[in-house]
């Protein structure tokens, strides 16, 4: 397959796409008045049935190959919802979402990682997580390893690393990749400062490799770098969906 036919085929499509959370526990009045004064998604507490937190609700969108989306809400806006929907691993509750491309879902840079194996270990396993394969990884581990600048540690177990150690290998990975539908959640500020300037430049060499790429993030200045256009999440809802100025602005409530 050439390029142009793998660019075609990479799109993401939500048609009135919604994804309710049963609260299994939540059935005494107490804790349902409790979670009705939340922050975050609508809760329908139906008489005699089990409440659901409707996370998600009537999204439709339509993303392709060279998509640049930022998304800004609140907390609990629905968000990381709307990403873990997009990657496939919520299916609608109801609606539709039809995925067409290969996903890496980096909501969790800690995720796929084994405590008891080595660095470099876990640099094959976290890649293969992410959709490589065995030999791709092996061809870019030098460079990973020279990233993380952790030496002699690679060969030791991932237990012995601080969290700062381990974010950096786990960035090493990531930033490695080169994935067709690509969905970050922000939790990649755990890094120190000078480190964090280092990965930006792989971050957004990450992206440009990238066909597709959704950002959830509070950062404006890390959406400006890494997008073009956003969609504001309300209640579960697309408030504002256009060019990311734009949403930037009306999110913040500011007058054009
Ligand atoms: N596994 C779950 N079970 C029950 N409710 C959930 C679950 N995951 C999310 N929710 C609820 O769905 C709503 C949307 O949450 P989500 O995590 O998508 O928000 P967010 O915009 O990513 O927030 P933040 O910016 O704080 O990360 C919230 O009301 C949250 O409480």
């Known amino acids: ?146 990233f993380t600048e952790l030496g002699d540690f690679l060969s030791m177990p991932l237990r012995t690393y601080s969290t700062g150690m381990r974010v950096r290998l786990a960035l090493g990975v990531v930033t490695s990749i080169d994935p067709e539908i690509l969905l970050l959640d922000e939790g990649i500020g755990a890094v120190d400062a000078a480190f964090l300037e280092k990965s930006k430049r792989r971050l957004s060499d990450l992206v440009d490799r990238a066909g597709l790429l959704v950002f959830a993030s509070h950062s404006d200045e890390f959406l400006r770098e890494l997008c073009d256009t956003a969609i504001w999440m309300e209640h579960g809802q697309i408030k504002l969906q256009g060019d990311l100025e734009d949403v930037l602005r009306a999110y913040k409530g500011q007058p054009a």
Request: no cysteine.
């Open 1 to 146: 397959m050439n390029v142009s036919e793998t660019a075609s085929r990479v799109s993401i499509s939500t048609q009135n796409a919604s994804v309710d959370f049963p609260i299994f526990d939540a059935r005494s009045r107490s804790l349902k008045k409790t979670i009705m004064g939340m922050v975050g998604g609508n809760i329908s507490t139906t008489e005699g049935k089990v409440p659901v937190i409707e996370a998600l609700r009537d999204i439709t969108m339509h993303l392709e190959h060279g998509a640049r989306v930022g998304l800004v809400g609140h907390n609990g806006a629905g968000k990381s919802t709307l990403l873990r929907l997009l990657s496939g691993i919520y299916e609608p509750t109801r609606g539709e979402a039809s995925i067409n491309g290969r996903v890496a879902p980096v909501f969790d840079l800690g995720v796929g990682m084994d405590p008891e194996i080595s660095g470099f270990e876990n640099i094959i396993i976290r890649g293969l997580f992410l959709g490589m394969t065995r030999k791709q990884m092996e061809e870019r581990i030098d460079d990973i390893a020279a």
